[in-house]
Each structure stands twice: as C-alpha cells, then as structure tokens.
C-alpha cells in the first residue's frame, strides 16, 4: 500500500518560500513540508560535489518525514544535483518517489515569452557555470538567443536583509547593466535564482517596460499542477489537509523572521539537524 504524506518542497534556505507560495495558491489543498538549509546557505557559489551532497541529504530528510514527491525550488540545487538524484539516486532510495525541479518547467515556457528571440538569464554562478538553462531552453526553444548574468551578490544582500539599502540597489544595477550590455536585444529577464522575485518590484523600475521580468513560482506551481493531474498514482499519495510546515536547519526564530518576507505570510518553523 502507497504510503501518504505532504509535498516536500527545499530550497537551500529563503528562495523557496517564493515558490510554495504561489504553489500553495494554486494547490491550496495538499499538505506542504518546506525544508530550508539555512545553516549551509548559500549553495549559489559551492562546488557541484558540495551542492550534490546538500541537496541528496534534504532530499532523504524528506523522504523520511513521509514525502513521496519533493520539489527542489533552488536553481543551483536543480541544475547541479536533480539529474544524479533523479537517474542514480532514486533507483535505490524507491522507485516510486520523485523529485522535481524549476530549471525545465521555466525552459518550457520561456520561449513562448519572447518577441524578440533574446532572452537573459540572471541566476547564481552556480547555475550559469552549469549551462543548465542554455541545455535546456536549447530543447524546448532552440532558436531563442539566451545571455546569462551571475550575481553573486544578490543572495548574501538578500538573506542579510541590505538589498534595499543605496548599496545593495548599486549592485543589483550594475549587474543589470551588464546583462543588457551583453544583449540589448533582450525582452525578457528571467529571475533564475528563486530569491530574485523579491527584487522584481526595483528591478522593474531600472529597465525600459519593454522589458518582462519573470518570476519562476507561478511556472512552477502550474506546471506541478499539471504533472498531478497526469500522475495519477503519486497523486494518490499526495496528503490533503491544507497544512503547511517549515523545516529549517538554522535557528528558528531567525528563520520565523525573515521568512514572512519570502511566503507573503506569518512563518512558524522547526529546527532540525540532519
Ligand atoms: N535560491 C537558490 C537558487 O534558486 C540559490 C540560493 C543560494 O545561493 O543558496 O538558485
């Protein structure tokens, strides 16, 4: 008998909370376990063994609270661990649980965005160094032209609560700058990195309104929704009380206090060690 339990959603600490948001919007039914790996943040400028290694252990951690799907809402963790996960890991953890990630469900749609073809992606260095949204967008839209941008001040400006100050807006400018310097043909900046979206309000008032600025939680939540509908079976095992719980490897309160920020709602989370 398939056992039952909520959605597992990880991210390396604060970025995820954009994406269970608008997943919980969308799928206000289901139970949810987030998981942010606060004590070990950020992942965006770690090794692909270190990030392989993190992410595997959120995972298992997951999987040993009851989840029987886990969503892994970090670009660097989706571009440098969900594969290996997904081919070597799961065989032998079980068969039938899944782990998802953002990268492919974003590469599908962000063709269809673009009237220009020219498309820039702003995400951790991590992610850019891996290529993941070049091999990906190159399957699902081979002809659109992708410029991609690290910033890897942006995570640390906004886990220490200074993206807003005079400084932190330089920053988020300059590196701005230097992605439309690579391209200016381009119409659509995706925010590639699952923090971003809190910077998406400034980032509009920098660029020409030509420009869309795409955020990745609606994608995501949209495209899970659909992958529920067509997985009969693990949707089955999928919990559904409404309920929402919080994991976090960091200090609680910390965590509880700039969490709101990211979920749009008051947090109340748990330690854990693993
Ligand atoms: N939120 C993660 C992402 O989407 C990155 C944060 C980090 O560097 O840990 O890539």
Redesign the pocket.
Known sequence: MSKIGPIGVF???Y??LTVLSEIVKQLPEYDYLYLGDNAR?????RSFEVVYEYTLEAVKELFSRGCELVVIA????SAKALRTIQQNDLPQIDSHKRVLG?IRPSAEVIGDLTKTGHVGIL??E??VKSQSYLIELQKFSPSTKVVQHACPMW?PLIENNRHESEAGKLFIQEDIQQLLDKDPKIDVIVL????YPILKQYIETIIPSSIQVLSQGKIVAEKLSDYLKRHHELEKTCSKNGEIHFLTTENSLDFDRKASMFFGKTVVSEHIKF
Do not use: E, I, L, R
């Not at 970090?74 to 963790?77: A, L, Q, R």
């Not at 590639?192 to 923090?195: I, K, L, N, V, Y």
């Open positions: 991210d390396s600490g970025g995820g943040a950020p992942y965006g400028t970090c670009n660097t963790s953002v995400a951790t991590g992610t995570v590639a990195c699952t923090h």
